[in-house]
């Protein structure tokens, strides 16, 4: 508890600095190029259509899923699916990223993780205002649903942050984490059933496994809004393995901040 009071402690004494850093990220991360911003955009766009063709094009098993076509069920899992990468490796690799806040300033260390976090959930605002317009534009207008859509992002946000703090931590400690968390980033794409719809899978056990993968429970979460219409409160196993999941993070990014915290600037 002492762990959790000085992060959080850390967290509203430099509240400002976090979103001062966070709009300094974004800009870091899309200056020198010539489009800018709009490669918030263009990236996404390209590599849903990407999946689309292969999928609906190539390989033609692109159906249309509860009467919604293909495309828009593909959009709503893989949007959300963007922050979720961009936190799994670059919120790995966070503290790494900025160390001079660590080996060169007073910064509290457990605040790099949330600015990045703030920083790629800005861009995904941004995504889902889009998605909302494609939606609309294709005759899918938003319904009583969409109440439910902050309480996805907040989950999201919630454990990738505390995710993040986690992992940085380790791979401030060690390159060899960052890489593996790296290369495992595509199996947990494929594995997360980002493009394949997870309520297909006949076995129990397995369905069972796979929702306690908060990329799975998030992504079906956000089709729930758009595709299936489903309240988030009809599936309270699936809200017990997440929140379960979360406490375990959380608890795992406390120790791993106890343990390693006085050892870091040295590492670095």
Same mark, same amino acid.
Request: proline residues 4%.
């Given at each position: ?98 160390? @001079? ?19 790629? $959930? ?18 899918? $207008? ?46 947990? @794409? ?42 988030? @409160? ?35």
């Amino acid at each position: 508890m002492k762990t959790i009071k000085e992060i959080l402690g850390a967290h509203i004494s430099w509240r400002k600095q976090i979103f001062k850093l966070a709009k300094a990220d974004i800009i870091k991360t899309y200056s020198g190029a010539a489009l800018g911003w709009a490669w918030a955009l263009i990236k996404p766009t390209i590599t849903i259509f990407v999946y689309w063709f292969a999928f609906s094009i190539g390989l033609r098993v692109g159906r249309d899923v509860n009467g919604i076509p293909y495309a828009l069920w593909l959009i709503a899992g893989v949007i959300p699916w963007f922050y979720m990468s961009d936190m799994i490796t670059q919120g790995a690799g966070a503290i790494r990223r900025y160390k @001079f806040l660590v080996t060169k300033l007073k910064f509290p260390v457990a605040t790099i993780p949330t600015f990045v976090s703030i920083s790629k $959930f800005a861009v995904h605002l941004c995504l889902m205002l889009l998605v909302i317009i494609i939606y609309a534009v294709c005759g899918y $207008f938003p319904d009583i649903y969409i109440i439910q859509l902050p309480f996805y992002m907040l989950c999201m946000f919630l454990f990738f942050t505390a995710w993040a703090l986690f992992s940085s931590m380790l791979s401030a400690m060690s390159k060899d984490f960052l890489n593996l968390i790296k290369s495992l980033t595509t199996a947990l @794409f494929w594995l997360s059933g980002i493009m394949w719809d997870v309520s297909r899978i006949g076995n129990g056990l397995l369905h069972t496994v796979l929702m306690f993968n908060p990329i799975t429970y998030v992504a079906s979460g956000f089709r729930n809004v758009f595709v299936y219409k489903t309240w988030f @409160f009809q599936e309270p196993e699936h809200l017990l393995y997440f929140c379960i999941v979360l406490a375990v993070m959380m608890i795992l990014a406390a120790w791993s901040y106890k343990k390693l915290i006085k050892e870091i600037p040295d590492v670095l």
